[in-house]
């Protein structure tokens, strides 16, 4: 069945530093991709969304490009704030209703 | 913001126990769905829920667990009889349309079975 690998964490930063999380999937057909956050005490929340190849998902500075050739999504951001320390979730769907189908979520800590 | 609330954050419970989790979706959302946690593990998609009847579920949802929106407000996840394996973060959330790029999450109930 369909599946999402990211890297293991937690991955800690000083503000300021380049961040990259990987993410890989496996998946029959064309898959929709995500990235989830969840800050302290709150719920999961979208942070940017591909649809198709080659596609690049961005939002408060994070972007992530859809690869169908590797089948990655990897999730950057140029300079990482305190503020976005939180856990992140690397999710795709087959279709765009059908369960999210998740990775195991990486800690970010960012350090000032 | 509309939020999706979820009660307890917290909830401890012995093995053979029934609980009961409850959500408050936003309120003109017409899609409901559960999810888990098992610590160290991959969130997990248990069942959905529209037009008052479960639209899909997962083969993790077996008949220790029924989800009922027995008002116009609550959604609920009913364990009937725990089991240690059952101890996970469940999370809530729920979507106007049915679709990923509009679903909202509530922060959680962590389950404790002991």
């Known amino acids: 069945g369909d599946s999402v690998t990211q890297m293991e964490g937690p991955v800690t930063l000083s503000e300021e530093a380049f961040l990259t999380i990987n993410c890989t999937y496996t998946?029959?057909?064309?898959?929709?991709l995500f990235w989830y956050v969840q800050y302290p005490g709150e719920g999961l929340q979208l942070l940017l969304k591909?649809?198709?190849?080659?596609d690049k998902g961005s939002n408060k500075g994070f972007e992530a490009t859809y690869r169908k050739e590797t089948t990655s999504f990897h999730l950057e951001k140029g300079s990482v704030q305190v503020s976005d320390s939180a856990v992140y979730f690397c999710?795709?769907?087959?279709?765009?209703?059908?369960?999210?189908?998740f990775g195991k979520g990486t800690r970010l800590s960012v350090i000032a | 913001e509309p939020e999706v609330t979820q009660t307890p954050s917290h909830q401890v419970t012995q093995m053979g126990q029934e609980v009961i989790l409850r959500c408050v979706p936003i309120s003109n959302h017409l899609y409901f769905y559960w999810y888990r946690q098992i610590l160290g593990q991959k969130v997990e998609f248990l069942v959905s829920f529209y037009n008052n009847e479960i639209s899909e579920k997962s083969e993790i949802f077996d008949d220790q667990f029924s989800v009922e929106r027995p008002d116009g407000s609550n959604f609920t996840l009913k364990i009937r009889s725990t089991k240690l394996e059952d101890s996970a973060m469940y999370f809530c959330?729920?979507?106007?349309?049915?679709?990923?790029?509009?679903?909202?999450f509530g922060s959680g109930t962590q389950l404790s079975v002991l």
């Open positions: 998946a029959t057909g064309y898959p929709s």
């Open positions: 959330a729920s979507s106007e349309t049915g679709t990923n790029e509009k679903l909202f």
């Open positions: 999710a795709l769907s087959d279709r765009g209703n059908t369960p999210l189908v």
């Open positions: 591909a649809t198709k190849a080659d």
